[in-house]
């Protein structure tokens, strides 16, 4: 089988005005001898001239430096910031500048990813038609979701080695800016969404395919993770590639736990959920860091 593709810290301020020492004038030199004499005229070009002449060039290159640094933050914008933002932005491209390969790869190898810290490979099997999200999600998740908007819809389906086990992998590429996604992120974990059955994210049934038959009711385990350094949701639901309603249905981080009995935990399949999905977002993040690389 082929290998999968490969998989930030997303500054230096720039000065501004008063960053540098500037002192005050000093009152002027006294030339009476401390007893009330008149200052006896200079002649041109003199001492005194070399020293005007020289605090003059001093302040023109420090004007000049400052306002250099002013218009550079102008035009640059603020370094400390534009590393993190062009980041963020890159990222919410990848879905049109980024080859299906490189976002869901044909193979993914997952070491250490099955129960039992067992090692597991997922096989591509289906890419669904980059969409938008009308009739994506089922009608509640939709309505969480909508804050954020839908730029574009990306989802994939894989099986395991052994044909057991279907997994859809889902980008839900979103419209919101950094902010908006950290609200989204704080919702999901302050009211534990991830967890609700009634939020959980549809398969992707591809004809012709062992997932054929994956639909609603054959969800049997799910992860979603709302991402806050880029405009993404990443989410994933597996079940059995035979087909068998599940009537029951846990999320993965439950189906992992010690001690989980359910048969979801059973069979592994909040692994296969929460394994590919953690393997496809830190491939999307690779790909968002290329994406702001420097050409040297």
Known sequence: MPAPGPVPPWSTPVPGPGAGPFAPFAEPERHDGGYGEPDRPRRFGGRGRSRILAATVCLVLGAGLVSGAVAGSWLAGDPARGGARGAFAAAGDLWHSVP????????????????????RTWTRIAVAPDTGCAGAFDPLLRKVLDPAGCARLLRATYTDATQSHVTTVGLLFTKADAAAMTSLARRFEKEGLERRGDLMPLPYAAKGTVAAGFGPSQRASWTVSVLTDAPVVVYAVSGWADGRAVDDPRPAAEAMASGATTAPAQAGLGHEAR??????????????????????
């Not at 790869?105 to 810290?117: E, H, L, N, S």
């Not at 999905?277 to 290329?290: G, T, V």
């Open 100 to 119: 299906v390969d490189r976002l869901f790869p044909p193979t993914v190898q997952g070491r250490g990813a099955g129960p039992g810290g067992a090692d």
């Open 275 to 296: 394994g590919l999905a953690d393997r496809i977002e830190r491939s999307l993040r690779k790909n968002a860091a290329s994406a702001t690389e420097q050409p040297s």
